[in-house]
């Protein structure tokens, strides 16, 4: 299944290619610079009952365009960056249907147990979704934080999922190393993540064609979702038409209910 996504970076809409985002401005490569508001693209998830997408900020000066997000759609969007104990339920009560942790929970290269506990505790299992964005070092997979430039020590395994899923109703998973290259997916996290995963899981990074869409549902059996981001047309994309991955939505939850008939 497809899942839509609206990326937020100095109050607009963009997408950025993962590694060039840094502290260094100078580094920043982006794909694609929206001239409509957030409240545009919340809009057309919500007619076309897209639903469970994320709005990620993606640095400060994003709050405003979040919040039309999600007043356009409430209940509609997972909602990620800079999520903490102070702020998470009031991006729930704006409309938030989850929000998305990722640095709260892994500090200083590190997983904090009791900061992941509270928010469980505070927010609720069922709105709690963990942002597992991973780099590849070695033959692992490592998350890692802050602008996806901060490796943790903690490694993407079957038993670390299994652990982390008690805790959340998701994961998230941007695989950074191939995010905004429009190359292909890795297939080789997807696989792991498929294989491993206790709990339904978005996957990011490099989709490319409706053919990656395919690839993700087959190979996800039935856990793994694919956000696609500066392939789809509405993005500035030459590879996916958004009515195709609307379609192909419409088509899967057909088939899924048993109504996949001639």
Known sequence: MFRPCIDLHEGQVKQIVGGSLTGDASTLRT????????????????????????????????????????????????????????????????????????????????????????LTSLVGKSRLVLDLSCRKKGDQYLVVTDRWEKFTTYVISAKALEELGRYCSEFLVHAADVEGLCKGIDTELLTKLADW???????????????????????????????????????GGQGVRYQDVVDFNRKYSRDARGGGGK
Do not use: Q
């Not at 990620?56 to 039309?68: D, K, Q, R, T, Y």
């Open 197 to 235: 995963t206790p709990i339904p899981l978005t996957y990011a990074g490099g989709a490319n064609s409706l053919a990656d869409l395919e690839t993700v549902t087959r190979l996800g059996k039935g856990k793994v979702d694919l956000t696609i981001g500066s392939a789809l047309d509405i993005f």
């Open 31 to 118: 794909n694609f610079v929206s001239t409509r508001s957030s409240s545009w693209f919340a809009e057309l998830y919500r007619k076309d009952g897209l639903v469970g997408g994320h709005v990620i900020m993606l640095g400060p000066g994003n709050e405003e365009a979040a919040l039309e997000a999600l007043g356009t759609f409430p209940g509609g969007f997972h909602l990620g960056g800079g999520i903490n104990h102070e702020n998470a339920i009031h991006y729930l009560d704006a409309g938030a249907s989850h929000v998305i942790v990722t640095s709260y929970v892994f500090k200083n290269g590190e997983i904090h147990w009791d900061r992941l506990r509270e």
